[in-house]
């Protein structure tokens, strides 16, 4: 069994930053991308940031030069630094993985595992 869990959303002004951070845990052998993806309602969830195991990075346009995501493959987190941010930023930001597990049976292809989703809402 594999969770992912989200904190760090909340309420800010515009122009102001955030942290949101994602702990993978369970029976991980190994992650391959891992993500962030924000939704409104009404709208296509929409990949906002990736980063690879060896650490290659993409961003959307939109987020480009204002949002940095990191991760910590020893720790098997994934971070979002948010600055600059804008009403438009406000969404439900959830995180996602390819996530090879191990159980007792062996090393398993890697699936994909979202987030229970984090609120980040930008409004003066």
């Known amino acids: 069994q594999v969770q992912l869990v989200e904190s760090g959303g909340g309420l800010v002004q515009p122009g102001e930053s955030l942290r949101l951070s994602c702990a993978a845990s369970?029976?991980?052998?190994?992650?391959?991308?891992m993500c962030w993806y924000r939704q409104v309602p009404g709208k296509k969830r929409e990949l906002v940031a990736a980063?690879?195991?060896?650490?290659?990075?993409n961003y959307a346009d939109s987020v480009k030069g204002r949002f940095t995501i990191s991760r910590d493959n020893a720790k098997n987190t994934v971070s979002l630094q948010m600055d600059s941010l804008k009403p438009e930023d406000t969404a439900v930001y959830y995180c996602?993985?390819?996530?090879?597990?191990?159980?007792?049976?062996?090393?398993?292809?890697?699936?994909?595992?979202w987030g229970q989703g984090t609120q980040v809402t930008v409004s003066a």
């Open positions: 996602n993985a390819d996530i090879v597990v191990v159980t007792t049976t062996g090393i398993h292809g890697a699936n994909t595992y």
């Open positions: 369970g029976n991980i052998f190994s992650i391959n991308a």
């Open positions: 980063a690879t195991s060896g650490g290659s990075t």
